[in-house]
């Protein structure tokens, strides 16, 4: 099992930033690719930024250049740097870790969930 614990989310007015952590325990050795995704009031859950355990990003257009995905190895932490947020922005956001499980597959975690708001 792996455990997902997100912090960092709160109020912040448009053009600002964020940071937001996500620390996994358990069983963590076999992580291969953790994420961020988000859901708005009335909206699926979608992907905001994925980063694979060797340092490869991918993000959804809407958020390019605007935030960064990064990976501590080492503390099996990942973070999300948001700047220039916009109200569109105002989500839960949520993290999640794929691990390979043997005999099992690919199995996918996720976290408590973060509330981001973006308003004046």
């Known amino acids: 099992q792996v455990q997902l614990v997100e912090s960092g989310g709160g109020l912040v007015q448009p053009g600002g930033s964020l940071r937001l952590s996500c620390a996994a325990s358990g069983s963590t050795f076999s992580i291969y690719l953790m994420g961020w995704y988000r859901q708005a009031p009335g909206k699926q859950r979608e992907l905001v930024a994925t980063i694979t355990s060797g340092g490869y990003t991918n993000y959804a257009d809407s958020v390019k250049g605007r935030f960064t995905i990064s990976r501590d190895n080492a503390k099996n932490t990942v973070y999300l740097q948001m700047n220039s947020l916009k109200p569109e922005d105002t989500a839960v956001y949520y993290c999640?870790?794929?691990?390979?499980?043997?005999?099992?597959?690919?199995?996918?975690?996720w976290g408590q969930g973060t509330q981001v708001t973006v308003s004046s």
């Open positions: 999640k870790a794929n691990r390979m499980v043997t005999g099992v597959g690919p199995t996918g975690y």
